[in-house]
């Protein structure tokens, strides 16, 4: 009987219409979605595996440094290595995502590389249709060609236009059809090279064919050997090569010499300091990042609220009511402590209606841009409370109406600021908006690596940095780079037994990497001049730091 148009019949004892459809019990499946994580540096993903990442339910890695790309509140599941610590296999692996994907999460399943190129994403994938799962692709840059572009190996040129990409690890290759002069890119061959050069030469391959092999290829770790199929064996073990490794054999290795541009940076490979949080330094990790570096962020200050609040309560409410002419932000954390306050109340930016506000620098502005609006003044020159009295207008009462200045900042903030509003005509409500407060003390074995060296270079952005990176874990070791904001910054380093080696032009951060990266390309190319290896300042280990 068709139901397109009939009766309701009458409700049965249960409650239910009789003839009714009974709503359906199945749960409904998840989505799983395949993405290319890339070969390792987490700037390669792509906008299609950023914007997954951003909404998946569940994310299954392959690797633990994986885990670093999800930001989002998403269950991370280890899809490298099982509850008994073994690796899984390709099936098992296929049915932890078939099992997440069944409670009906959206799974985002991370693949090294690409999904669809020397991976197990097309087991995977099978599994998914077989269990009746939607899933998709994303292509993700293959480490095949990634990788050695990082390590300035291209895989043609004009006289070698062809390149074999092969997969050795366990498999059972045939060597003696791989002679001849084409590029060749070895995968997992790492444990295999030395069986790997033997058949190529007996191939007829010159013993003496360039080779590089490449390890955590495109990541700050990211190091190369270079050699030829005759010594690539002994070459490789003695410099400690561990999988992942890319190897190129071929001609195009020997353009390295001249395109080699990644390893080549002025900081590359240096482990860095920065004793701040990871909010703070988050642009200085990328422009360090960008120099080649690992940054390893410290927080040496905690920041806390006031001990007496009324003094900003007071404040506060002077503003709503008009009595300040100008609102003066010394800092992201003051910006920080008026808007909690703001929300305290029930306020928004509004509130700063017909108030002129100021900005003690460019990130001090950006943080008062967040809330919707520009702060009136900036210093044009030097971005500090000097700085930013050079550039205040002085106290006209035919100009401005109220002469008063709120001026919310930390409890252990200097006089120059007030002092010279005061001396320009102004009446200064002094307020303390939040107390910092030393931190406690990092892991031990970051204090550790602080006091014996393995740190390249630290980089103190202001005078309570230091104290009290030195309080929570020790003076940093003499070999170590010290890296200084200011000249405040660096007469106390130099007070606490420390050489300033860099000292930006400016107090930015962004000059103070800029200023870092300065110093390590000139310490580079001298080594070079000199015919020295280039090695990294926590690779030596002088007795004593002499006085600057």
């Known amino acids: 009987m068709t139901t397109a148009a009939r009766e309701v019949a009458p409700a049965t004892k249960g409650g239910a219409p009789a003839g009714t459809a009974k709503k359906s019990t199945a749960k409904r499946l998840g989505h799983v979605s395949f993405v ?72 985002v399943r991370l693949i090294s590389g690409d999904p669809f190129t020397y991976a197990t994403g097309p087991e995977e994938a099978a599994a ?19 990788v050695p572009a990082y390590a300035g190996v291209p895989l ?42 033997d058949g190529l030469i007996a191939a007829g391959r010159s013993a003496e064919t360039p080779v590089a092999m490449t390890r955590v290829g495109t990541t700050t770790e990211q190091s190369t050997v270079v050699s030829t199929l005759g010594a ?19 001609e195009v290795v020997a353009m390295r010499e001249a395109l080699s541009w990644f390893e080549t940076k002025p900081l590359y490979g240096w482990r860095i300091l920065v004793p701040r949080t990871k909010e ?38 002077g503003l709503v009511e008009g009595r300040y002419e100008w609102i003066a932000f010394t800092s992201v954390n003051a910006v920080k402590a008026v808007r909690e306050k703001f929300e305290e109340y029930g306020l928004d930016a509004r509130a700063f209606s017909g108030l002129k506000i100021a900005a003690v620098g460019d990130k001090t502005a950006e943080a008062i841009a967040t809330w919707g609006i520009r702060a009136d003044l900036v210093p044009t020159g030097e971005q500090s409370a000097r700085g ?32 010279g ?47 009290n990176l030195v309080g929570i874990a020790g003076k940093p070791h003499p070999s170590t780079i010290i890296a200084c904001i200011g000249p405040a910054t660096a007469k106390t380093a130099e007070e606490h037994g420390l050489r300033v080696d860099v000292l930006a032009e400016s107090p930015s951060v962004d000059v103070l990497a800029d200023a870092l990266a300065d110093f390590g390309a000139t310490r580079r190319l001298s080594m070079l001049e000199a015919g020295e290896p280039v090695t990294k300042p926590s690779q030596r280990r002088p007795s004593s730091r002499r006085k600057a």
């Open 36 to 107: 290319g994580a890339g070969p390792g540096d987490a700037s390669l993903l792509t906008v299609r595996a950023a914007e997954l990442l951003a909404t998946a339910d569940v994310v299954i890695t392959e690797l633990p440094e994986q885990a670093n790309l999800v930001v989002t509140d998403a269950e991370v599941v280890d899809g490298g290595v099982g509850e008994d610590g073994e690796l899984l296999t390709h099936a098992a692996r296929a049915r932890l995502v078939v099992r997440h994907a069944k409670t009906g999460a959206h799974v």
């Open 128 to 146: 998914c249709a077989k269990a009746g799962i939607a899933f998709e692709i994303v292509p993700g840059i293959s480490s095949v060609s990634a």
């Open 156 to 197: 043609t040129n004009r006289t070698h236009r062809e390149y074999r990409t092969v997969s050795v690890g366990d498999a059972t290759i045939a060597w003696d059809e791989l002679g001849g002069d084409d590029t060749l890119v070895l995968l997992s061959a790492v444990a295999r090279i030395g069986e790997a050069a």
């Open 232 to 250: 690539i064996a002994a070459d490789a073990k003695e410099a400690g090569m561990t999988s992942p490794a890319i190897t190129v054999v071929g």
């Open 280 to 317: 703070q330094s988050a642009g200085l990790a990328r422009r360090l990042r960008g120099y080649g570096a690992i940054s390893e962020e410290v927080p040496t200050i905690s920041v806390e609220p006031p001990r007496n609040p009324q003094q900003m309560d007071k404040a506060v409410r």
């Open 388 to 419: 930013l009295l050079e550039d205040w207008p002085p106290y006209d009462e035919s100009l401005d109406p109220i002469n008063r200045v709120f001026l919310p900042r930390a409890d252990i903030a200097t006089e120059t600021l007030v002092a």
């Open 421 to 467: 509003l005061v001396d320009l005509g102004w009446e200064v409500d002094d307020v303390t908006a939040y107390r910092t407060v030393r931190a406690a003390p990092p892991p031990a074995p970051t204090r550790e690596a602080i006091k014996s060296g393995k740190f390249d270079a630290v980089l103190f952005t202001s005078s309570s940095t230091v104290r």
